[in-house]
């Protein structure tokens, strides 16, 4: 006996100790139901310590669906002595202190101690196993299940497993599959045995490889399977097992490889009898056990062979000029029937009898022909299959006919709308000029073409503000404008040279034989000619383009590539101020990776709300008070640092986030002015730009109402600043949506009047309420005595229409002194402010007004110096008037 052993009392705490060390958790509890014993292991499993479990019911490490009940069970074991779980082994899932859930088999001893009874219990983590139970049984459920076939052979190569897809497919029974050769159950009479065999080397080298197939049904059906095959080895290389996934591919693949080859050759505009040879080879590929013909049936009736690569020699010519009939073989019967004629003995069939001589000496003995016929129902051909013994047509033999008359209807009436069919797949149809896909194959042809000594130039043409066209004027002028410039750019190409439409407002120019300086020269030309006004839909219409080149091979030698670089290059020109162009160089593909980055970030911005609101005072000039404050949107990125509007704005527009940037403006806007004035900040107005999109949605209006609504502001309070752009369309959605906005209350302002085209006499009708003078007029007005002019004009106009006029980018005393002089009512720039933060702006108001109430005190002063002494009163005052 051990010696720890000898004296009972202290056997308890020996046990207990051993208990402790044990790998497996074990719980003991009291006749109470209070743990008494919690051993490390169970920590570990459980994540509590056991000085937060000893003592309480065993219900805290039991799942909480079962805790209400669990006292009754162990009760009813300690009072009935009935064995549930005692004495067995359950698996249970355990709640961990933290949450998360695990797997254990537990095991309970039944202790009787006296007259008390207690329990011990055992937990074993298995965890792992559930979880690769769970996974097995994924597995063979999605085994089952899929509709992919699945074989797995043994280390002799027989199979072991196939699933219900394998035998739905195949037709054989699960006794017969098992243990049989793949080859024996699979393989037919046109299998390609050289297919098999090499299959069999890569399996044997171990590698994974993956085939087409021609397999046979139990019932000899051809079936084209796509076999993924994986060789599973043993720690010491040898083969275990193999594991094939078979697709069937007989009608997804190889019918879309047949129809989209044919397709193609139609609008390649190859000619018809190479298309129907082209049908018939790649029918004898996928269906090798037939030989196939296509004949044409003429308006009189008459047989005109197109292709029969494989019939016997000099048989094609035999039936040329044959006239069709009932009794005529099965094509001149199923043309005159207009419906399938099969023959299956065409030694025997009456039909056959004065035609079968030279088929029958090809090895030719069955004969099935299905009409084809046009959209009209006229039967314009007949599409046959031959076979090499007395047979009747499969299943797969149907559904490639059923492909083929399609095709054949197809290419025969080609030549009734071949040029319609090329147009449509590879012309743009509004312009005529070739699409994408045609370009790139041109390009490609160009550039295999292009001798060593010579280059190819790629232009990207970018028409510049061709959006605020179409947002304008409509669509239709829009698509007039793609019309003019096209026959304009046309004008420019030379021989050799070909222009297409990639889409929207882009084109593409390759120059054939001509590098980098001939192609700008060509540019330079495009800009000429494009600066010409267009007359459109009654407007007349400024149009420029910016324009990107690359070279072959100087900065690429492929057709991707060179777009690439070309629209690279075209960026580069809009960043220039558009209507140019530049010419490719490397920091451009840098550039324009840059640009992608901006415009992610900034999608980033606007969906997470990291835009922010500045605000520009608007000073009157007639005595220096807040007339209003301007809202401007600014970017403060984490990464890219502070982000020039005159960069994300632009940006905005190309990817299509302004319109939402100028509603969030808006709201914004609208309450930070609220929380000012709620504050006692006193801000009479808030000016917000919107792009023309916004006045386009018909939405505006309520948009704005509800900004309102929820702000709590007067409409009077806020601004909403257009740009010339909007109100060029008469019929235009734009200028109802202007009227509702004005019927609300809101103000309108005509944002950079003087740089546009704004029609006087259609600005005198308009809800507008303000003009604003754009800051690049007022850069030259110290100066440039047009500029002034400009000015001027601008503000009689405000005047004479009784608008408010305001005056952007003043930065100097003498710019403001001036506009003063000539009337204008409000000016605001960095002569008083630059555009602030909200708590910034606070401060500099209240500056403001100090320095207004200053300057005040200071002009009540001088004019109380000014003034005369007041008469002094004699000291004598007689009544009555002077003289009396």
């Known amino acids: 006996m051990h010696p720890d052993l000898q004296n009972p009392e202290e056997a308890p705490e020996f046990l207990l100790a051993a208990l402790d060390q044990a790998i497996d958790a074990i719980v003991i509890i009291d006749c109470n139901n209070n743990i008494t014993h919690f051993n490390a292991a169970a920590e570990l499993m459980w994540g509590y310590p056991r000085d937060e479990i000893l003592g309480r019911n065993v219900n805290c490490l039991v799942p909480a669906q079962i805790q209400a009940h669990h006292n009754g069970y162990i009760e009813a074991n300690r009072t009935t002595g009935v064995n549930r779980i005692v004495g067995t082994s359950r698996e249970v899932k355990i709640t961990r202190k933290d949450g998360s859930e695990i797997w254990g088999a537990l095991s309970m001893s039944r202790v009787a101690l006296g007259n008390e009874i207690t329990y011990m219990g055992f937990v074993r983590d298995v965890t792992a196993e559930v979880r690769s139970r769970e996974a097995l049984a994924l597995h063979s459920l999605v085994s089952s299940k899929t509709t992919r076939m699945v074989l797995v052979t043994d280390h002799d190569r027989r199979i072991a497993y196939a699933n219900d897809a394998f035998f739905r497919m195949f037709g054989y029974s699960a006794s017969e599959t098992i243990g049989a050769l793949p080859s024996e159950l699979l393989a037919g009479k046109y299998t390609d045995q050289a297919t098999l065999e090499r299959l069999r080397r890569q399996i044997e080298l171990g590698n994974d490889v993956e085939d087409e197939i021609l397999a046979y049904t139990k019932t000899g059906n051809a079936v084209w399977i796509s076999a993924a095959i994986s060789a599973v080895t043993d720690d010491k290389g040898k083969l275990k097992n193999i594991v094939m996934l078979l697709t069937d591919i007989t009608e997804s693949r190889q019918l879309h490889s047949l129809q989209r080859d044919v397709l193609e050759a139609l609008a390649l505009e190859m000619p018809i009898r190479d298309v129907f040879d082209l049908l018939c080879r ?13 004949l044409q049936i003429t308006a009189a009736g008459l047989i005109r062979p197109l292709a029969g690569p494989n019939l016997p020699a000099g048989y094609g010519e035999a039936l040329d000029g044959v006239a069709i009939g009932p009794e005529v073989g099965s ?43 046009a959209k009209d129902g006229r039967v314009i051909g007949t599409f046959a299959f031959y076979f090499r013994e007395s047979r009747a047509p499969g299943r797969w033999h149907q559904k490639i006919v059923d492909a083929c008359v399609h095709l054949g209807a197809l290419a025969i009436e080609r030549e009734e709308s071949r040029n319609q069919i090329a147009r449509l797949a590879y012309h743009d149809m509004l312009t005529g000029l070739p699409n994408r896909a045609r370009l790139l194959e041109l390009t490609e042809q160009a550039i295999r073409d292009c001798p060593a000594d010579q280059h190819i130039a790629l232009m990207f043409i970018d028409l510049d503000h061709f959006k605020d066209v179409n947002d304008t004027l409509g669509h239709s002028v829009g698509d007039e404008l793609l019309v003019g410039v096209t026959q304009r750019l046309m004008g420019q190409t030379r021989s050799g040279d070909f222009l297409s439409r990639l889409g929207g407002d882009e084109f593409i120019l390759m120059l054939s034989d001509c590098d980098a300086e001939g192609a700008a020269t060509i540019a330079r030309r495009i800009t000429d000619v494009l600066a010409v006004p267009m007359r459109l839909g009654g407007h007349t219409v400024q149009v420029s383009a910016s324009m990107g080149i690359s070279v072959y091979p100087d900065n690429a030698t492929d057709i991707n590539s060179l777009m690439k670089f070309a629209d690279a290059a075209m960026y580069k020109a809009k960043q220039a101020g558009r209507s140019t162009h530049r010419v490719f160089s490397v920091d451009m593909n840098v550039m324009a990776e840059q640009r992608l980055a901006y415009v992610t970030a900034l999608r980033n911005a606007v969906a997470q709300g990291h835009l922010k609101l500045h605000y520009q005072p608007q000073i009157s000039t007639d005595g220096g008070a807040l007339y209003g404050v301007e809202a401007l949107a600014r970017w403060h990125d984490p990464v890219l640092g502070e982000v020039s509007p005159s960069k994300f704005i632009p940006l905005a527009e190309e990817c299509g986030l302004i319109e939402q940037i100028g509603v969030w403006s808006m709201r914004e806007a609208c309450r930070q002015i609220a929380l000012w004035r709620n504050a006692g900040v006193d801000v009479p107005c808030v000016s917000v730009n919107l792009s023309p999109l916004n006045f386009h949605n018909a939405k505006l209006a309520t948009v704005v109402a509800d900004v309102l609504r929820d702000s709590g502001l007067p409409p009077e309070a806020l601004m909403l600043e257009i740009t010339e752009g909007v109100i060029l369309d008469e019929n235009s959605a734009a200028i109802q949506t202007m009227d509702a906005i004005r019927k609300l209350g809101v103000g309108l302002s005509l944002d950079d009047f003087g740089t546009g085209y704004s029609s006087l006499s259609r600005l005198a009708h308009l809800p507008i309420g303000e003009l604003k003078i754009d800051r690049s007029l007022m850069n030259r007005i110290e100066v440039d005595d047009s500029a002034q002019a400009i000015i001027t004009a601008v503000v009689r106009v405000g005047q004479s229409l009784k608008m408010i006029v305001v005056a952007e980018g003043v930065e100097t005393e003498d710019q403001r002194r001036l506009l003063m002089q000539l009337g204008c009512d409000v000016v605001q720039g960095f ?54």
Request: aromatic fraction near 6%.
């Open 282 to 294: 790649r029918v004898e590929i996928i269906a090798p056990d037939v030989v196939s013909s296509v």
């Open 331 to 373: 094509c001149g019967a199923a043309a005159a029937l207009g419906v399938p004629v099969l023959a299956r003995d065409i030694a025997t069939d009456p039909r056959w009898l004065p035609y079968n001589e030279m088929p029958l000496a090809g090895g030719l003995r069955a004969c099935w022909s299905s009409p084809i016929k």
């Open 831 to 884: 002569l008083y402010a630059p555009a602030m933060a909200p708590a910034d702006f606070e401060r500099w108001l209240v500056a403001h007004c100090a320095r207004q109430a200053c300057t005040l005190l200071r002009e009540v002063g001088r004019a109380l110096s000014a003034a005369p002494p007041p008469e002094t009163t004699p000291a004598r005052v007689t009544a009555g008037k002077p003289g009396q």
